[in-house]
């Protein structure tokens, strides 16, 4: 039986996935002045590899994609230990 079989009976669990894409330091000051539709500049551009966490585990990486006017995560490994 492989991993993915021996899973598929927890196939509708919600897990939280996260990938960073950055992280930068802001003063109250700036966070104070965000709002809706403000944008935060990054480090990183499209192609770059990123981690991904499940769970706060880290559980593979990918890479930036834009596709459209979207930003997103082509997987490219996941861990398999």
């Known amino acids: ?3 993915q079989e021996e899973i ?3 196939g509708d669990i919600p897990i939280e996935i996260e990938v960073e894409l950055d992280r930068r330091v802001m003063t109250t000051r700036e966070v104070l002045q965000l709002e809706e539709g403000s944008v ?4 990183r551009s499209a192609g770059e590899n ?18 459209e006017s979207t930003l997103g995560v082509r997987i ?3 861990r398999d230990d």
């Open 1 to 3: 039986m492989t991993p």
């Open 8 to 10: 598929a009976p927890l």
């Open 40 to 43: 935060l500049s990054t480090m």
């Open 50 to 67: 990123i981690d991904i966490y499940i769970g706060g585990v880290l559980c593979g990486s990918g890479e930036i994609v834009v596709i």
């Open 76 to 78: 490219t490994d996941f």
